[in-house]
């Protein structure tokens, strides 16, 4: 089978229940913790209204949302159904990020690892322009990228296994760029679950942006941010974990 006949997204879908199988909450709280101290030295006071877009099943936020007053938006309704399990005082909203308006204004704005998802300029863009437009004045974007077209090394093979009660997950995970000529990378995911019915093997496939530094940095100027970075060492990763801030000028 070729790869681009693997169906999209399915992790988000029908698959959401492996999600905090294979990424539990617990596994965040050390990335949360850069969150916060980002947060705090660019003056969030504590009960500030924060809004996450991308916000998934809500993991990195459930470690922040103790403090901040916190709204998410995602496309999947799957996601937010967890989300909401996790964090009952969260308030979620459906939408995508690259057009949702919620008609109000947060002290801060996140984007994690959902920023991933957006493959070309000009959906970056107009992220951008809902983080803005969401923003107080001289609120903050905070923002994760995966990966940089300058240090981005594929292709790269990930195993894991998992545990949740009797349900056993193995996952394998490949990240490849099949053209380096344009801003998307290909991650291929294999779930081999075992539960009280046996063994099944599932595939999913996601495409992810790749972008250079020079571009986040010409957009984040375009939609009106002064850009930072903070870099942290995060356990388990090979490279320093990177945060974009952007400033609303
Ligand atoms: C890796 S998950 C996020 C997990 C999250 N960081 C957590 O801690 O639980 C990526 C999420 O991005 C969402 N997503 C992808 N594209 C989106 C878009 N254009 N607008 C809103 N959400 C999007 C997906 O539905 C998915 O829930």
């Given at each position: 089978m070729?790869?681009?006949?693997?169906?999209?997204g399915r992790l988000y879908a029908e698959l959401a229940h492996l999600m905090p199988v294979i990424t539990p909450p617990g596994d965040y709280a050390e990335e949360a913790a850069f969150w916060r101290t980002v947060?705090?030295?660019s003056?969030?006071?504590p009960g500030a209204g924060v809004l996450e877009l991308g916000v998934g099943a809500g993991h990195n936020l459930s470690h922040l949302a103790g403090e901040f007053r916190a709204t998410g938006v995602d496309l999947s309704?799957?996601?937010l159904e967890l989300c909401r399990a996790l964090n009952p005082g969260v308030e979620l909203h459906?939408?995508?990020m690259r057009r949702v308006r919620l008609g109000r204004r947060f002290a801060a704005v996140l984007i994690h690892d959902a920023v991933?998802?957006?493959t070309t300029e000009d959906d970056l863009?107009?992220?951008l322009e809902t983080a803005a437009a969401h923003l107080e004045p001289g609120g903050v974007l905070v923002v994760a990228p995966e990966h940089f077209t300058e240090t981005f090394r594929g292709p790269a093979l990930e195993t894991s296994a998992h545990q949740r009660g009797p349900l056993r997950v193995h996952y394998v995970e490949y990240t490849h760029d099949p053209d380096p000529g344009d801003t998307s990378i290909e991650v291929l995911m294999t779930f081999i679950v075992t539960d009280g019915e046996g063994t099944r093997v599932e595939l999913d496939r996601h495409v992810l942006g790749l972008f250079p530094r020079a571009a986040w940095a010409r957009l984040f100027a375009r939609a009106g941010f002064r850009l930072e970075t903070r870099a942290f060492p995060l356990a388990g990763?090979?490279?320093?974990?990177?945060l974009l801030l952007g400033i609303l000028e």
């Open positions: 070729r790869s681009d006949a693997i169906p999209q947060l705090r030295d003056a969030v006071p309704e799957a996601m459906r939408g995508d991933s998802y957006l863009a107009r992220t990763l090979d490279r320093p974990y990177e």
